[in-house]
């Protein structure tokens, strides 16, 4: 919903959405202007690294990307480790969850842009 819901809301920009965090990695040669990763990612494998574990291993090898992390929990905590961690924001899953990535995107793409 949120790859449709971006694709659709700002122009020009290309989504492409991931079972896991091991596949997200293995496209990350492709460059990502950003990555939204869920803290909670699908772990019906007991191998599957969640959320946290992709985020460290994102900001480790691709130091200069744009991670922001989803989740449904609201906690101070969590979200304060997350950016310790390498995150540039911290988003609660809720009614306002499209319109804040949208614009968190759109402040990611004014900033990249050059005068």
């Known amino acids: 919903m949120l790859a449709a819901y971006l694709s659709q809301e700002i122009s020009g920009v290309e989504t492409k959405v991931y079972g896991t965090g091991e596949a997200c990695l293995h ?13 909670f990612l699908d772990t019906r494998f007991e191998q599957a690294w969640n ?35 390498g995150a540039i924001e911290y988003v609660v899953k809720n009614e306002k969850t499209l319109p804040a990535i949208q614009k968190i995107m759109l402040n990611l793409i004014d900033d990249d842009v050059e005068y």
């Open 27 to 39: 496209e990350m040669h492709l460059n990502p202007f950003a990555i939204v990763l869920d803290y």
């Open 51 to 85: 959320g946290i574990h992709v985020l460290k291993k994102i900001v480790s090898e691709f130091p200069d990307s744009n991670v922001i992390v989803l989740s449904a929990q609201e906690s101070l905590e969590l979200a304060l480790n997350c950016i310790k961690e």
